[in-house]
């Protein structure tokens, strides 16, 4: 019985994590989806906000910076810079 309600309870835990970090992974993702496939391993993935200052979803080791504008107050859904 304790064997039992020890991995239902291990199941659980793992669960949240992952669903934790499921929004995040979604936006690594999708800020991700143009840049070259040999650079996105190592690209850096930043959030803005709202008043131009941002978030690190994800450090570098290569330089390229990737990020998503789309939800911005006067940005385009989609450019390149």
């Known amino acids: ?3 039992t309600l020890s991995m ?3 199941i659980f835990a793992v669960s949240a994590g992952a669903f934790a ?3 995040n992974q979604a936006a690594i993702d999708k800020a991700l989806m143009a840049a070259p496939a040999q650079l996105k391993a190592a690209a850096a993935v930043i959030k803005w906000k ?3 200052t941002y978030d690190t979803l994800r450090q570098g080791t290569n330089g ?4 998503d504008e789309s939800g ?3 940005e385009p859904a989609f ?3």
Not at 64 to 67: G, K
């Open 1 to 3: 019985m304790t064997r």
């Open 8 to 10: 239902v309870l291990s």
């Open 21 to 23: 970090q499921a929004p």
């Open 50 to 52: 709202a008043d131009y």
């Open 64 to 67: 390229l910076v990737c990020y």
């Open 72 to 74: 911005l107050p006067g």
């Open 79 to 81: 450019k390149v810079e």
